[in-house]
């Protein structure tokens, strides 16, 4: 079993949409989550730290329930410009390092 | 302030050349990392380097080299390059190696062939 495991899409969505993303970790001892963005071609961009609370940035809400070892990005009214691939992160707290998912593709389309 | 920066974006190299790929950050930033992404298999961690004068083993370190040359920077080597190393390379740098988020440079894309 992958340690972050995620929806590899493509989700297709029309501007305007609501999408949400669901992500899965193996290590019921992480302690750091993160969603990161990375467009085509390019370097991974931290989108969002996911807080046990929820925390919300503008469109973007994540979630994580720590119960069922699962965190959630749901985007609200897409935007052309969301088109990416969304990587779910975890930290491995007995080296502190982080694991990426394979990640998601979104597509908005006009 | 630049960020994280990665040279050279691109190379070809053939079966059995080596070579060094350069990384440095401007962030103050101590702990950092170099990570490998193949289509399908998402980054993997090659090495990473906790703090100034320490390095280890990621999940794939066969075949490269690290050198923290100084808070600044930490640069790979490859060898004697192989096909299986075709990929693009991405470095990292974090606050410290516990918790924080971990910010990216361009990336190197590099064929061997």
């Known amino acids: 079993r992958k340690e972050v495991e995620q929806d590899p899409g493509p989700f297709n969505v029309p501007e305007g949409a609501t999408v949400a993303f669901n992500c899965t970790y193996s290590n019921s001892a992480s302690q750091s989550f993160f969603w990161y963005r990375q467009d085509c071609r390019k370097e991974p961009k931290l989108l969002m730290s996911v807080y046990s609370s929820g925390n919300e940035d503008g469109r973007f809400t994540a979630q994580l329930n720590r119960a069922s070892q699962y965190i959630s990005l749901l985007i609200r009214d897409s935007k052309l410009s969301d088109s990416a691939t969304y990587l779910c992160?975890?930290?491995?707290?007995?080296?502190?390092?982080?694991?990426f998912g394979s990640g998601t593709r979104l597509l908005v389309r006009p | 302030n630049a960020g994280v920066t990665q040279t050279p974006k691109f190379q070809v190299l053939k079966t059995g050349q080596s070579m060094t790929l350069q990384c440095a950050q401007d962030?103050?930033?101590?702990?950092m990392y170099w990570y490998r992404q193949d289509p399908g298999m998402g980054l993997r961690l090659i090495y990473y380097s906790a703090s100034e004068g320490t390095t280890d083993k990621g999940e794939v370190p066969n075949g490269y080299n690290v050198s923290r040359l100084n808070k600044r920077e930490f640069s790979l080597r490859l060898e004697s390059a192989a096909p299986s190393q075709t990929s693009v390379y991405f470095c990292?740098?974090?606050?410290?190696?516990?918790?924080?988020?971990?910010?990216f440079g361009p990336g190197t894309r590099l064929t061997v062939t």
């Open positions: 992160v975890v930290n491995e707290k007995s080296s502190y390092k982080l694991i």
């Open positions: 990292a740098s974090s606050v410290t190696r516990t918790r924080d988020e971990q910010y």
């Open positions: 962030m103050n930033h101590n702990s």
